[in-house]
């Protein structure tokens, strides 16, 4: 089968206030084109469908329509991630089961529909004589973990329930069939392309708590990459670049599964604003950078002593592809660098002949450096 793997969509994100659901709408279409042109047989979204638990309602309505253009290529299966609220994100799963989509925020598939089968914490998939068995593990914090229905051992390690929770599930697999495991974790040693603030609070957890599988579709980390020695443990990474600090290229990853292994390859992302980030030191190199770099979405890093005027501010903000300005003029670090280089008693000078307009005499500068030294005046 040809499976098509994606995940972090953070529908409803925005940067800096600046929406990026025109860039979200095209990513995804761009995904209806790929399962159309590759005659994909499943999509699975590896978790933070959305960027938040309580997702506006444009996003909800986005992913929805996207989910319902997919269904009619190929079935779709998606987990919650640690922004999504897995409650919610399963909360329509009745309709959308009808519709060949699987919306995995809870771990019961016994019930599901054709053309899957499945049971707790896996679910099969068959299509022309070929079966594949995946694991769907959403984000499982220690929090959420009974709320999703595993009681987690508090005598044990959280890596040690994690792996236990997985190979429970895992029970699903079968020797003679394709096996994959779903999940949104944070796989230790796998390169970070955002700041930490977008991974939020989860535990970095090692290889070993996967189940033997053929592969590994993981959401989380944005960059895109594969984080096994054996090749088969992979982020698809997200399809936009949603901080100024990632600069992965993005795709959608394509796999040619078989019952013996696994080959993957990428399909590039061309939809989504670059992120640019410019240093001026005047306000004209800045709108200079503004009409360069139209079409992306710009920081301006701001060096000069010289203060922007109110007016030369909104003028700026009234660019399309402004995004946030930042000071990075460092008057008073130099100043404090000058000061360190300086003894007290230069100090001391400068601040007598600035107050009383005359240089100290040697004895007051004498009775100065006694009194630093803790000696009697
Ligand atoms: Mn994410």
């Not at 079935?75 to 919306?103: F, K, Q, T």
């Not at 792996?163 to 040693?189: P, Q, Y």
């Not at 079409?295 to 003028?315: H, M, N, T």
């Not at 000061?339 to 107050?355: G, I, N, P, V, Y």
Request: some cysteine; hydrophobic content about 35%; glycine content about 6%.
């Amino acid at each position: 089968m040809k499976i098509i793997h994606t995940s972090d969509w953070h529908l409803g994100k925005r940067l800096e206030g600046k929406s990026r659901l025109p860039e979200q709408e095209q990513a995804l279409c761009e995904l209806e084109r790929a399962v159309r042109e590759t005659g994909a047989d499943a999509v699975l979204i590896a978790g933070d469908v959305f960027d938040t638990v309580n997702p506006p309602a444009e996003a909800e309505a986005l992913f929805y329509s996207a989910c319902l253009s997919l269904s009619r290529h190929c079935p779709v299966i998606a987990i919650a991630g640690n922004h999504d609220n897995p409650e919610r994100l399963s909360a329509p799963c009745g309709i959308a089961r009808e519709c060949g989509i699987l919306l995995g925020g809870s771990l019961d598939y016994k019930n599901v529909k054709e053309p899957f089968g499945g049971g707790e914490g896996y679910v099969t998939l068959k299509r022309n004589g070929e079966r594949i068995n995946m694991v769907l593990l959403p984000y499982p914090s220690l929090s959420r973990m009974s709320q999703l229905g595993y009681l987690p051992d508090t005598q044990k390690s959280y890596a040690e329930n994690v792996r236990e929770w997985l190979s429970l599930c895992s029970k699903g697999f079968t020797a003679s069939d394709c096996n994959i495991t779903v999940s949104h974790i944070f796989m230790a040693g796998s390169k970070r392309a955002n700041d930490e603030a977008e991974l939020g609070t989860a535990a970095l957890l090692p290889l070993d708590v996967l189940p033997k599988a053929h592969y590994t579709a993981l959401g989380h980390v944005h960059k895109p990459q594969c984080v096994s020695k054996s090749g088969s443990v992979y982020y698809s990474g997200s399809p936009l670049a949603y901080s100024f600090d990632d600069r992965s290229e993005k795709f959608f990853n394509l796999l040619y599964t078989s019952p013996a292994s696994v080959k993957v390859e990428n399909i590039p992302v061309q939809s989504g604003r670059r992120l640019a980030t410019v240093t001026v030191k005047n306000f004209d190199e800045c709108m200079l950078a503004l009409k360069e770099h139209e079409g992306e979405f710009v920081r301006i890093l701001y060096d000069s002593p010289q203060p922007l005027s109110a007016s030369k501010y909104a003028e700026m903000r009234g660019c399309e592809n402004f995004v946030a300005l930042k000071n990075i003029y460092l008057m008073p670090k130099r100043v404090a660098t000058e000061k360190k280089m300086r003894s007290d008693a230069e100090l001391f000078a400068d601040f007598f002949e600035k107050t009383y307009s005359e240089k100290p005499s040697a004895s007051m500068l004498e009775m100065f450096n006694k009194a630093m030294n803790g000696e009697a005046i």
